[in-house]
T-cell receptor, first 115, second 112 residues
Framework: EPEVTQTPSHQVTQMGQEVILRCVPI?????FYWYRQILGQKVEFLVS????????KSEIFDDQFSVERPDGSNFTLKIRSTKLEDSAMYFC?????????????FGPGTRLTVT | DAKTTQPPSMDCAEGRAANLPCNHS???????VYWYRQIHSQGPQYIIH???NNETNEMASLIITEDRKSSTLILPHATLRDTAVYYC?????????????FGKGTMLLVSP
């Protein structure tokens, strides 16, 4: 069964450093998403991406965040200058849309620890 | 904020049906009801969704009341592996995609 994969599984970085979280969505999906979950808190929507542009973003997704689909398979989330409060699990998800289904399939997550 | 209300926790005996309720009294006509679950900090897992008709798949059944103000997720024969946080989410489809707003969900504990 196809699945969303994410790398790395755990990333430790120092405050102020840039990080790039990588995701490989399900191959025939068209819509891509990033969510995050701070330890012990709710899963929060960050951004959705379709046709090489952002469809929607939350208040959390400020200028420090960016997303990119650099090639036909990867979908990345970049945090330019990490802060302590960016420590969280980051989940990538993808969905197929009208033709292939609206349900979102999530990856296993990347645990980001900012020290 | 999430537009749904769920009990914080429920217990179920292994092999019995688990019935998880959800209130969404302010749901709009074009909003779907989605159910996801999260097993111990893994990525959320899609279970089922519906608009107004009852739905069934290999994982679960979704019963939506006629006025659409509440729904129930039914796991017909719960197993220990069904222990998870279950999220009921209402979301509109925007040109083919949906944004999921997660609440706190219901922690379902399935016991032997």
């Amino acid at each position: 069964e196809p699945e969303v994969t994410q790398t790395p599984s755990h990333q430790v970085t120092q405050m102020g450093q840039e990080v790039i979280l990588r995701c490989v969505p399900i191959s025939n999906h068209l819509y891509f998403y990033w969510y995050r979950q701070i330890l012990g808190q709710k899963v929060e929507f960050l951004v959705s991406f379709y046709n090489n542009e952002i469809s929607e973003k939350s208040e959390i997704f400020d200028d420090q965040f960016s997303v990119e689909r650099p090639d036909g398979s990867n979908f990345t989330l970049k945090i330019r200058s990490t802060k302590l409060e960016d420590s969280a699990m980051y989940f990538c998800a993808s969905s197929g849309g009208r033709l292939r289904g609206y349900e979102q399939y999530f990856g296993p997550g990347t645990r980001l620890t900012v020290t | 904020d999430a537009k749904t209300t769920q009990p914080p926790s429920m217990d179920c005996a292994e092999g019995r049906a688990a019935n998880l309720p959800c209130n969404h009294s302010t749901i709009s006509g074009n909003e779907y009801v989605y159910w996801y679950r999260q097993i111990h900090s893994q990525g959320p897992q899609y279970i089922i969704h519906g608009l107004k008709n009852n739905e069934t798949n290999e994982m679960a059944s979704l019963i939506i009341t006629e006025d659409r103000k509440s729904s129930t997720l039914i796991l017909p024969h719960a197993t220990l592996r069904d222990t998870a946080v279950y999220y009921c989410i209402v979301s509109v489809l925007n040109s083919g995609y949906s944004t999921l707003t997660f609440g706190k969900g219901t922690m379902l504990l399935v016991s032997p």
